[in-house]
């Protein structure tokens, strides 16, 4: 074994130990970081179609010393476009050492792609999450986890006991939750959060109203099984709606605002009047959601995927001294003072590589665990309220039994699901609503 293996190795064992040994873990990583030793990170990159492809794209810029040395998707045409595309990067194309036995594309690509890697990548629809990184963190991985991270209350829960697990075992777990990397936002929340510059929130109303997303026209050759997956946004058990596959996003920052705590109830409305042809599978094209929180403030939520349409996309945070735009970065007091946050902004998406592998290699790994999974769960909330038309509680959205999916995966023709309409829909909502 050559000696820069040896020390890698060392290297990645050290980060994956103890929290116990962290801070001397620290010391020496920092130590060999500037001694020139060979400290490659292997990533591996599950899922390469858009978010995938970008990502492994931050994690190379992000790293210098990052390799990418697999991947796996479903469908090799993804998988070799994705790879044509980064080898094509002047900045860090020499660093995808990708050879084509480590290019899988099978159901179980994911667990052949993890052996091979340090660092994990998780880009798959969401259906797949609570399974990918439950093996990532069994093997000892880091992992870079998309949103959301589940569609279900056993896949929430899943990725809750697998980030509990990380954190024993000091590995990395990267919320792909963006905006909690953004400059802008994190100095617009902590003014909002620390220095109370709009006083105690009363209310949050929030919206992720945007126009419709991609179609991938079907091919004769493909069974329905294929066709849900290549078409995976139209399918609750793939994506669970947009409500949880966009607009997560919006939701994740309400739970920022209201400290990761959660909901004690959610009513909701939802349908598709736009968006109704089979080809969309049998998602909602809105939803419109009130959480009610113990401490009586409230989130007022909408999202909306139709075209031709208003476009609203932000979070405008009601409070006794004042009021605040999130994304346009804006507060204005009761006062009358103004604020609008001019500083830099780095890539978000380049952020979150950043300060992942920094991180991994300062033996302090970060654990976006918790928020990931009470903000995934938010959505879920609203979705259940919405499809059953239902009045829910925390408690019963998360302790649902229901898992989406079907329970082995093949190329078959699985059937195709129908339409929620609330007041009918037998649910997970509804079957934890009856009991
Ligand atoms: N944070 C963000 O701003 C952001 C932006 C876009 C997408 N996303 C998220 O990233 C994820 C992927 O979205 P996308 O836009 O890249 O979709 P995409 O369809 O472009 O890519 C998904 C890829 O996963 C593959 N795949 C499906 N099942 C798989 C499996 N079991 N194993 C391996 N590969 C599988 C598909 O073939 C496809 O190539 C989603 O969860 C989405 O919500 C996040």
């Known amino acids: 074994m050559a000696n820069s293996d040896q020390t890698r190795r060392d290297f990645i064992k050290t980060t994956g130990a103890t929290a116990g040994a962290a801070a001397f873990t620290s010391t020496l990583t920092a130590h060999a970081v500037h001694s020139g030793v060979d400290e490659t990170l292997r990533v591996g990159l599950i899922g390469c179609g858009g978010r995938g492809t970008g990502a492994a794209k931050d994690a190379l810029a992000a790293d210098p010393q990052a390799k990418l040395v697999a991947v796996g998707d479903t469908f090799c045409d993804r998988a070799e476009g994705c790879l044509k595309e980064l080898r094509l990067d002047e900045a860090f194309g020499s660093r995808v050492t990708v050879d084509e036995d480590h290019v899988f594309d099978d159901f179980d690509n994911y667990k052949k792609v993890t052996d091979a890697c340090d660092v994990v990548i998780l880009t798959t629809p969401p259906h797949f999450r609570p399974l990918h990184l439950a093996y990532a963190v069994k093997q000892g991985k880091h992992a870079f986890v998309e949103k959301p991270v589940a569609v279900d209350a056993p896949g929430v829960r899943s990725v809750l006991e697998s980030c509990r697990l990380a954190k024993e075992k000091s590995l990395a777990v990267v919320s792909g939750l963006c905006w909690r990397y953004d400059s802008g936002v994190r100095e617009t929340m902590r003014r909002i959060l620390e220095e109370k ?3 105690d ?6 919206s992720y109203n945007a126009g419709t997303l991609w179609h991938r026209k079907p091919d004769p050759s493909w069974s329905r099984m ?3 997956v290549r ?8 994506s669970g709606d947009h409500i949880m596959e966009q607009a997560v996003h919006s939701l994740d920052k309400t739970a920022w605002l209201m400290g990761d705590t959660h909901p004690v109830r959610a009513m909701a409305m939802g349908g598709r009047q736009q968006r109704t042809d089979p080809k969309y599978g049998h998602i909602y094209d809105h939803f419109t959601v ?12 909408t999202c909306r995927q139709q075209d ?3 476009n609203h996309v932000d979070e405008t945070v009601l409070g006794t001294a004042g009021q605040a735009e999130i994304l346009r970065h804006r507060i204005v007091g009761s006062d009358g003072k103004k604020w609008r946050y001019r500083g830099p902004k780095p890539s978000m998406y380049r952020v979150e590589h950043q300060e992942m592998f920094q991180s991994i290699r300062d033996g302090k790994p970060i654990n976006n665990g918790h928020y990931m999974c009470n903000s995934t769960m938010i959505g879920l909330m609203g979705r259940m309220a919405a499809y059953s038309g239902k009045t829910l509680t925390w408690d019963e959205c998360f302790n649902s039994p229901e898992r989406l999916g079907p329970s082995e995966y093949a190329w078959t023709d699985v059937p195709e699901p129908e339409v929620a309409i609330p007041g009918r829909q037998k649910s997970e909502a509804a079957e934890v609503a009856a009991t």
């Open 201 to 206: 929130i009363v209310a949050i109303e929030s």
């Open 226 to 228: 294929e066709y849900q």
């Open 308 to 310: 031709k349409t208003t």
């Open 231 to 238: 078409n995976w946004l139209y399918y609750t058990w793939l």
């Open 197 to 199: 510059a709009i006083g």
């Open 290 to 301: 009130f959480y009610e929180y113990p401490t009586g403030q409230r989130v007022y939520f």
